[in-house]
């Protein structure tokens, strides 16, 4: 009998991972059926769980099971294969492996569209259009679809969860808002998130504002970056040409000094080449005539004596032989003495050149990071003393240099300074300049000072050089070639160019001073156990600055 054909749903033959005809079929503990290497793939995953669940029901295994291909369901695919070319599913999208499914939906799920949270249900596009179409949900909120939505129900009152507490800060339903949070402050969830969202935006603008700055930094030293390699590169080319031109000169005077002893060489030798030529002539003259006397000397006819002699008369004759000066010589030791001079100059020049051309380079401090800590400000830290020629009579410098203390005035003049230096600028401030000392050391590129003071008044500054000559004409800060930080009892003020500025801060006997000379920065701090900036001035240090103290009536200040 014939055997009559059967259809089979194609759907119900797809793996539920890749949505795909079965391959390998495998048939796990709980009946859904799966590709071999999609639900070893999936269970993969959670090796590090221990629990391997089924990607379709959620039912749990432990162990993991054994997979086994199902044989019977093989044959099926491939028979239906052979029926002819499968075509793909048609329709909604059917849900895979991390897509939110329709709740509405049996039998097999369709991925869900939009998550309404008044329903708390998830929808496909079929199952959604109610919610298009009927008034009744017009004021239903949808959302992109969310596993989430059971959050929303409150695990107490099985509520939907409308209202939030900021007293608990956190999502309760309307029971809880009568019971547990009665006196609680209490808005609806939607207000709560949009005074949120206000704040998330001003927060968003501020950040995007930040990025927009740090974009506009790191372009800034991008360009730095190119600056500094310009820079470097074109100061290697120019120390390259000057150290080849001062090779090529030192090539040039090694050549004219070997020139000049060579030639003064074989001048010196010619002529005594020629003075060893003379006397060699001089010499075999004398033994010609030795030997003709000795052949006189022979003859022992006195006849014949007499008759040879008048010829041979001024053999006889004393020759006066040419004289030769030869003085203590040392030849040409005297141009290597001259040579190893030029050396010894030249090694004293250029060890002080590299130690400029060193600083030069060491001075190059384009960028870093400002410090924050006094740990790090301390890494900065400069040793200062006190130049004692710069203290008037009536002040006392002790401690190593490094302490200046008044020693007394006269009670009209006390009373006439302290109205001074705390209620007006001076137009000629004589009194306050004759209490004023200078650093011996000059202040240049980063460091950092501490000073410790006491009593009723100090004030503790910068300057240029050109305040030393006049330090006892020009008081600090009240000139554009000084800055000064008054520390006063339970005040400060900062001062410049005849101009005062009060500041508020911590009270500290020590007070931190930050320059940053390349960058233009001044910075004053109060140091306690924590550092409190009370001034910064940002500007443009056109020479080296010195350390500026001054002392006020029974008060003293020391560099730390």
Request: with cysteine; charged share 25%.
């Amino acid at each position: 009998m014939a055997q009559q054909g059967f259809h089979v749903d194609q759907d119900k033959l797809c793996c539920s991972v890749c949505l795909d005809l079965l391959k390998d079929p495998v048939t796990i503990p709980c009946g859904h059926n799966f590709c071999m290497s999609c639900i070893r793939k999936h269970w993969d995953e959670e090796d590090q769980k221990k629990a391997y669940r089924c990607p379709q029901c959620r039912q749990t295994f432990k162990p993991r099971p054994a997979l086994v291909k199902n044989t019977m369901l093989a044959d099926v695919i491939e028979d239906l294969k052979k029926t002819g070319p499968q075509a793909a599913p048609a329709g909604p999208s059917l849900t895979k492996l991390g897509d939110v499914a329709c709740d509405v939906c049996t039998g097999r799920k369709l991925k869900a569209l939009k998550s309404c949270l008044q329903c708390l249900v998830s929808y496909c596009e079929q199952h959604l259009q109610p919610h298009y179409e009927s008034p009744a949900f017009k004021k239903h909120k949808l959302v992109d679809p969310s596993m989430k939505l059971q959050e929303n129900i409150c695990p107490r009152h099985n509520e939907v969860m409308k209202i939030y507490c900021r007293t608990d800060q956190k999502c309760i339903c309307y029971l809880c808002s009568v019971e547990d949070h009665k006196y609680h402050v209490t808005v609806s969830a939607a207000a709560e998130r949009a005074k949120i969202q206000r704040l998330l935006g001003e927060s968003q603008k501020n950040i995007q504002q930040r990025v927009q700055d740090r974009e506009e930094d790191v372009k800034v030293l991008h360009q730095e970056v190119e600056a500094i390699n310009r820079s470097a590169d074109k100061a290697v080319e120019d120390s390259e040409k000057i150290f080849t031109q001062l090779i090529r000169l030192m090539e040039e005077i090694r050549s004219d000094v070997k020139q000049q002893v060579r030639s003064q060489q074989e001048t010196e030798v010619r002529q005594v080449r020629e003075l060893q030529e003379k006397l060699q002539q001089e010499i075999t003259e004398l033994k010609r005539r030795d030997t003709e006397l000795e052949k006189l000397s022979r003859v022992e006819d006195p006849i014949q004596f007499l008759h040879i002699y008048p010829s041979l008369s001024s053999l006889s004759e004393s020759t006066e032989l040419s004289s030769i000066n030869i003085h203590p010589v040392r030849y040409f030791e005297d141009v290597k003495a001259a040579v190893s001079e030029v050396r010894d100059i030249l090694q004293d020049v250029l060890s002080d050149a590299w130690t400029k051309i060193s600083q030069a380079v060491r001075s190059v401090d384009i960028f870093q990071a400002e410090p924050k800590t006094r740990a790090e400000f301390l890494k900065y830290s400069r040793a200062i003393s006190i130049d004692a020629n710069t203290a008037n009579s009536q002040l006392l410098v002790s401690d190593g240099d490094r302490k200046a203390s008044l020693m007394g005035l006269l009670l009209f003049d006390l009373l006439k300074m302290s109205w001074q230096f705390n209620m007006s600028p001076l137009d000629d401030p004589n009194d306050l300049c004759r209490l004023q000392v200078l650093s011996r050391e000059s202040l240049t590129r980063r460091c950092y000072w501490e000073v410790e003071w006491s009593g009723t008044a100090v004030s503790v500054a910068v300057t240029y050089n050109c305040m030393r000559g006049a330090l006892h004409e020009r008081a600090f800060g009240y000139n554009d070639k000084s800055w000064a930080l008054a520390c006063l009892k339970g005040t400060y003020q900062f001062r410049h160019n005849n101009t005062r500025t009060s500041i508020s801060g911590p009270q500290s006997s020590r007070v931190g001073v930050y320059l940053d000379h390349n960058a233009g920065v001044l910075s004053f701090y109060s140091v306690s156990e924590t550092m409190t900036l009370l001034h910064t001035v940002q500007t443009t240090f056109t020479e080296p600055l010195y350390a500026g103290l001054w002392v006020g009536y029974e008060s003293s200040v020391q560099f730390k």
